[in-house]
């Protein structure tokens, strides 16, 4: 920095400016309260040197007043009252004698502060009258010149000190504060090698080396920090790169898995026979189509998570073409691959359960055997999935389980019953509607395990209520309901686990409670953690 830059910005600093005028106020405030004082103590002094001067009248002047008076000698007596009128801040002297004879000196207007009256004798007589009036306009004028001179003595001195302490603190802070400002300006990652230095600096450190250290321990962490960002750039490469072949993968196995599932349909459509003896199932188009939109749920929540997986990518190799990718956004997609990845697993092996959950369309005991779940985090799975069938609604879903629950039991089967109640909530229940509220909550006691969930949605109607939970009883027919959801509900509640449900017809929309009696031996045990908390 050359001395022309360095004197500019000495006189264009905020701070130094600051300094200046506060010091300058300050002195400034202090110098006048300090001369209001001594104004006010040498008023004082000048005061009590008039009342020592009228004093010394009286001791001086009236015995040789006196002497004249009774001579007769006028001219004396003139003269004599002439110099009282001289002394300083006396104004007007008036002598009256006893024979009404008055001498007098002075101006008689004058606004007098002080008249002091003294008695003339001579030889023990009263022979006049000595009347002496004074006022304070030459110790004002003293005292307004003195208070001048300290004030314009002091403002100088305060500026000089100003200005020096202006100077003083440019050296010391400003000039490297302005130093440190255009380094931190000019960082970048082409002269992150070059460290930050203040010259001509004490050898004993201050708050600004250390501010100085500080920022050196900043660049050498952004350079730690664009190195490995430069790194996970290079694995990110390599990373898409990997993806883009698992998708292909995964395209390759759910479109095996559709060929799966339609092979299954053509099961599901030669059993139609032994679906036709049974009472409560009318149709076999009905069957096909509630299988239909069953099995629709998971695979569409795969298709769903394949093209947010394709979303997520384009945005990866766009965040990679224009460098705006972050470490924290890298972090955030590869979170997302993971949970699409888990969701598009969950649901094919979901859609195959469904399959062979439908085989038997509830009134067969599944095969798949009880195992040790959290109910939290199962539940919390289960909507986490669901939730892509409306992701476009605003609904709100209170969850309210213990995290503490762990117990042995069918996980498909409380997957098929909170699938069912969810679907049920968005294709009824808030039907033409973008909004709504569901509650989701198990209690334990320590004999059996309640489910309650409940919505605020248009609610059950009447003719639907006492049959809801017969086959193929749906206000969508002919719209892609089948009527099956809520059967399978009800086999699997009272078949499977035991319990039982039934409808709270107190609650506004639709409430459904579930009641299951838990099972407790030595191998299998039902493990609850202390502190409730609910998510």
Partial sequence: ?????????????????????????????????????????????????????????????????????????????????????????????????????????????VDAKKIQEYAIAFEGNVIGTLVVSADYEDIYQQLWQRAGFILTSEFIKIFIVAICTFFIVHWLITRHLYRITQYSKAMNSENINTPLFLENRSKKTDELDELVSAINDMRL????????????????INLNGDLEIKVYERTAKLAESNQQLQESLDNLTLAKDHLVQSEKMASLGQLVAGVAHEVNTPLGICVTSVSALKE?????????????????????????????????????????????????????????????????????????????????????????????????TYPSAWNQILTNFLTNSHIHGFEN???????????????????????????????????????????????????LGMNIVYNLVSSKLGGQINIDSNEQGCCFIVKVPLEQNDDQSIEIESNTSLS
Wanted: aromatic share 8%; hydrophobic share 35%.
């Fill in 1 to 109: 920095m050359d001395k022309t830059k360095e004197t500019k910005s000495a006189f264009n600093s905020k701070l130094s400016r600051r300094v200046f005028v506060y010091i300058f106020l300050c002195s400034s405030f202090l110098s006048v309260c300090s001369t209001l004082i001594q104004i006010y103590v040498d008023f004082q002094t000048e005061v009590s040197s008039l009342d020592d001067r009228f004093n010394d009248i009286d001791s001086s002047f009236n015995q040789s007043i006196s002497t004249s008076l009774w001579d007769f000698n006028e001219p004396l007596v003139e003269q004599q009252i002439g110099g009282i009128e001289r002394l300083p801040d006396i104004r007007y002297v008036k002598i009256t004698t006893s024979f009404g004879k008055v001498y007098q000196a002075g101006d008689v207007t």
């Fill in 312 to 408: 997520q990518v384009a945005e990866l190799n766009q965040g990679l073409a224009d460098s705006s990718l972050t470490k924290k956004q890298l972090a955030l997609s590869l979170n997302m691959f993971d949970e699409y990845q888990k969701i598009i697993e969950r649901s094919l092996n979901k859609a195959v359960e469904l399959i062979r959950g439908f085989k038997s369309v509830a009134v067969e005991q599944h095969t798949d055997p009880k195992i040790n779940i959290n109910i939290a985090q199962h539940v919390k799975d289960i909507v986490n999935t669901v939730r892509t069938l409306f992701k476009q609604k605003n609904y709100i879903i209170n969850i309210q389980v213990d995290d503490d629950i762990n117990l042995v």
């Fill in 221 to 236: 962490t952004l350079k730690n920090d664009i190195i490995q960002l430069e790194d996970a750039e290079n694995a990110l």
């Fill in 433 to 483: 509607r973008q909004d709504g509220e569901i509650s989701i909550e198990f209690k334990l006691d320590d004999e059996f395990l309640t489910l309650i969930y409940k919505d605020n949605g248009k609610g059950l109607d009447s003719k639907i209520k006492d049959k809801i939970f017969d086959p193929f009883v749906t206000t969508k027919r002919g719209h892609g309901g089948s009527g």
